[in-house]
T-cell receptor
Framework: DQQVKQNSPSLSVQEGRISILNCDYT??????FLWYKKYPAEGPTFLISISSIKDKNEDGRFTVFLNKSAKHLSLHIVPSQPGDSAVYFC??????????FGTGTSLTVIP | KAGVTQTPRYLIKTRGQQVTLSCSPISGHRSVSWYQQTPGQGLQFLFE???????NKGNFPGRFSGRQFSNSRSEMNVSTLELGDSALYLC??????????????FGEGSRLTVL
């Protein structure tokens, strides 16, 4: 039962444009959401997070938006750079410190 | 400070064998979680340990087990290996601030290939 879903396995964007990665969840008890970035042969690295009491969190070129009523979050990267090419995972957690991850979206930024 | 360290990084086993993977969390982190990553399945939660106790467990068969030591280092074991166990096994540590959850810090993973 996939409680966190990333329906786009891949995304290609031109350098300098906006990348938008989407994530949906089913469990209304989730109250903390995170995005991770993963390069091949490396572990995922934390990118940005958002608590359910907010609807937006920004960190440099990265912004995460949360729409609780739609159970949807998105990650915006502006402007996209070739070094952003990686697999991005969204994750959610509720009580108990158990994190649920999506299946990932492979982003390719074309120079 | 040092990150999460996993050993071995790569290993090859045959069906029916068992394997033990090791994880040393970031100093001061007491929660250690294990995840399995396979193509198309994302990161599947295996289990989480805190202060030597398993607090959460994912939906994996009993062949998958783990433990945590008093120094927070953790091991996971897979017995009677199957071809489908081939995956990247990731360990992550977490620090809690006043009970509020934070972000997971991942190791580089152990790549297991079962032949």
């Amino acid at each position: 039962d996939q409680q966190v879903k990333q329906n786009s396995p891949s995304l290609s964007v031109q350098e300098g444009r906006i990348s938008i990665l989407n994530c949906d969840y089913t469990n209304s008890m989730f109250d903390y959401f995170l995005w991770y970035k993963k390069y091949p042969a490396e572990g995922p690295t934390f990118l940005i997070s958002i608590s359910s009491i907010k609807d937006k969190n920004e960190d440099g070129r990265f912004t995460v938006f949360l729409n609780k009523s739609a159970k949807h979050l998105s990650l915006h990267i502006v402007p996209s750079q070739p070094g952003d090419s990686a697999v991005y995972f969204c994750a959610a957690s509720g009580t108990g410190n158990q994190f649920y991850f999506g299946t990932g979206t492979s982003l390719t930024v074309i120079p | 400070k040092a990150g999460v360290t996993q050993t071995p990084r790569y290993l090859i086993k045959t069906r029916g064998q068992q394997v033990t993977l090791s994880c040393s969390p970031i100093s001061g982190h007491r929660s250690v979680s294990w995840y399995q990553q396979t193509p198309g399945q994302g990161l599947q939660f295996l289990f989480e340990y805190f202060s030597e106790t398993q607090r959460n467990k994912g939906n994996f068969p009993g062949r998958f087990s783990g433990r945590q030591f008093s120094n927070s280092r953790s091991e996971m074991n897979v017995s009677t290996l199957e071809l489908g166990d081939s995956a990247l096994y990731l360990c992550a540590s977490l620090t809690l601030l006043a009970g509020v959850t934070g972000e997971l810090f991942f190791g580089e993973g152990s790549r297991l290939t079962v032949l």
